[in-house]
């Protein structure tokens, strides 16, 4: 009895720890563009880890063709959101997903136009 207890209670606190978790969103601005694009939007709890898995190319397909077109291309954070759950993170990426365009709200991209 006592194992099952202990196991209830490790999983109550493994849910409180989720639900306590930010989530956030992320757009990354490149260097240098391809055909166009040089952003990429993405969601994680976890921004640094998520960070190094791009670089190591573990991350988005797209972000580790990007860093390689061209060779040695870098990107930097360029604004990031908090949520405070998955869903709202879920749903805040969709919806800057599906306005394109996200040269018009990023802020390294206005500095350049200036």
């Known amino acids: ?55 190591a190319g573990k991350g988005s397909r797209w972000v580790a063709f990007m860093l390689k077109h061209p060779p040695g291309n870098t990107y930097q954070v360029a604004i990031t959101f908090s949520c405070a759950d998955n869903q709202e993170a879920y749903n805040l990426e969709r919806q800057l997903k599906n306005r394109h365009g996200a040269s018009s709200w990023c802020p390294l991209c206005k500095e350049e136009r200036r």
């Open 1 to 55: 009895m006592t194992n099952l207890f202990e196991s209830c209670r490790i999983e109550v606190k493994l849910r409180e720890k989720a639900l306590k978790q930010k989530h956030t969103i992320y757009l990354l601005h490149f260097a240098h563009a391809y055909k166009g694009k040089r952003h990429y939007i993405g969601r994680t709890i976890n921004l640094k880890e998520r960070l190094t898995k791009h670089l």
